[in-house]
């Protein structure tokens, strides 16, 4: 795989589901969420008001029901939404998760013993 | 689309094909109307004559003051009914040079003012009987009218869009808009949306500013003016529904449905597609019934018609500017004779022609109402 990697944790700091670290790289913060024991990587910007993105509330979200009228909530613990103004980004993809249109990088993450690297 | 190109200009009215007026008044009033109630409805057709002031004591219609004092170029529009026949709005069409009119009511614009639903159901009957049988010819579609309907009875609504929907002469499906309660993103609407739909014809909303009596956007109570209320009725009205319709989802639950709203001009859809935008991606948990931007369903489901204008004083490019914005293909012109506030045909196609491209202009003038309302 190309790009440079980066030490940004170790395996215990981002060891459980729900854990996060946000790491400086370069002059860039990334963060790296652990999501159902995978782990992902996001720059710490939101693309809308360049907010710290990543320092939010980690959540699922809103959908219609197949029926038209239950909301039901799902992709819980996948969801990163914007201390500012409540942008919601799938913390798998880095896609916006109400305009596709609207996405920030998704870093690669790997492990190597008990380093934890990101792909930039 | 390429803006301020040379070529490809539409230099004058003439050399466009087809002028539509996509809200061409008509201004019936009761006594025509008690003339169409069916005799199964003698009872309620004599308490509605029994009304010393039908448009109060039946519509509750209360302007704050008098509508357009000393403007009656076409006489008085409550009283004398200058366009309560078809030589008339014939007349006008032949002066402005209008090629096609989509009628639309006037005291019927604030047939959600009735209070008695059965009455609203009467009077949407008759409306749609009079305006068929006095304005609209078999093998013409110069004159087209919408179903008018009662929305304080959605399923009888339903069943006058499916009674008239195939009648000659019937374009589109209007909403008297002002005053509605609920608003229209409310699901108590969906028989009238499913049944626009099952019959293929387009839902307009007219505002009005007979309809302010009561109910939001504007009071009569603390309205001093006329002005005051007719100002802001119009596109406060438009706001309202849009936002309460797209919110609601009601243009991603009805994909086949398109909307158009009237009377409010254009500068306040650039406004409220921002707002809107910003608010679904801020809110997005509240709005989960949408799939894509609110912006997008108003390009893709909406039309506006352009009517009135506005005044921009010395800077009539700016006009041209916010229709940049808003989405030429997105607006229609229209007239809204007889009132006063009318625009002519030139007052939008002078302001355009030298910075919007042919196709554009054709658009407003009157091709994009041809596809909307399916005109020959």
New interface residues.
């Given amino acids: 795989m190309s790009g440079v990697r980066y030490r940004v944790a170790t395996a215990s700091e981002v060891a459980e589901p729900g854990d996060r670290v946000i790491a400086d790289i370069e002059g860039q913060e990334v963060a790296v969420f652990n999501v159902d024991g995978d782990l992902h990587a996001l720059p710490n910007f939101c693309p809308?008001q360049a907010a710290p993105l990543c320092e939010g509330e980690v959540t699922g979200?809103?959908?219609?029901g197949d029926d038209?009228w239950s909301?039901e909530y799902v992709q819980r613990g996948e969801v990163v939404t914007c201390p500012w103004?409540?942008?919601?980004f799938d913390v798998t993809t880095g896609k916006?998760?109400?305009?596709e249109d609207?996405a920030i990088p998704s870093y690669d993450v790997e492990r190597d013993g008990d380093d934890v690297l990101v792909v930039r | 689309m390429a803006q301020h190109a040379k070529a490809g200009r539409t230099r004058t009215l003439d050399a466009v094909d087809v002028v539509v007026d996509s809200d061409a008044h008509v201004t019936e009033s009761v006594d025509q109307l008690l003339e169409y109630v069916d005799e199964r409805d003698e009872g309620l057709r004599r308490i509605i004559e029994d009304a010393a002031q039908p448009a109060h004591d039946i519509y509750s219609v209360a302007h704050p003051t008098p509508p357009f004092i000393h403007t009656d170029a076409f006489g008085d529009v409550y009283s004398d009914a200058p366009t309560g026949s078809l030589e008339a709005k014939r007349a006008e069409m032949e002066e402005f040079e209008l090629d096609y009119s989509i009628l639309s009511p006037t005291l019927n614009l604030s047939l959600a003012t009735v209070n008695n639903d059965r009455a609203a159901v009467v009077l949407a009957k008759a409306y749609n009987e009079w305006v068929l049988d006095q304005f609209t010819e078999e093998g013409d579609d110069s004159i087209l009218t919408p179903v008018v309907i009662p929305p304080q009875a959605p399923d009888k609504a339903a069943e006058i869009i499916d009674d008239n929907g195939n009648e000659d002469g019937v374009c589109a499906v209007s909403v008297p808009s002002t005053g509605l309660v609920p608003p229209p993103g409310h699901r108590w609407y969906d028989p009238i949306y499913e049944a626009a739909e099952d019959n293929g014809l387009p839902l307009l909303f007219h505002s009005g500013s007979g309809a302010t009596a009561d109910i939001f956007p504007v009071m009569r109570k603390w309205t001093e003016v006329y002005a005051e209320d007719h100002a802001m009725v119009h596109p406060f009205t438009a706001m309202w529904n849009l936002t309460s319709m797209l919110f609601q989802a009601v243009p991603a639950r009805y994909p086949d449905l398109q909307f158009v709203f009237q009377e409010a001009g254009v500068g306040w859809i650039p406004y409220t597609k921002w707002r809107l935008d910003d608010h679904y991606l801020e809110l997005s948990d509240e709005v989960p019934g949408l799939d894509k931007l609110p912006s997008k369903y108003v390009d893709d489901q909406f039309t506006f018609t352009t009517q009135p204008l506005g005044y921009t004083g010395d800077h009539p490019e700016q006009l041209a500017k916010m229709i940049e914005l808003v989405g030429p293909e997105n607006l229609m012109y229209a007239s809204d004779l007889p009132h006063p506030d009318f625009d002519p045909p030139e007052e939008l196609f002078d302001r355009i022609r030298g910075h919007l491209d042919d196709e554009a202009v054709r658009g407003m003038m009157g091709e994009t109402a041809v596809d909307v309302f399916g005109l020959s």
């Fill in positions: 809308h979200r809103m959908v219609m038209g909301w103004h409540g942008w919601k916006n998760i109400k305009d609207v």
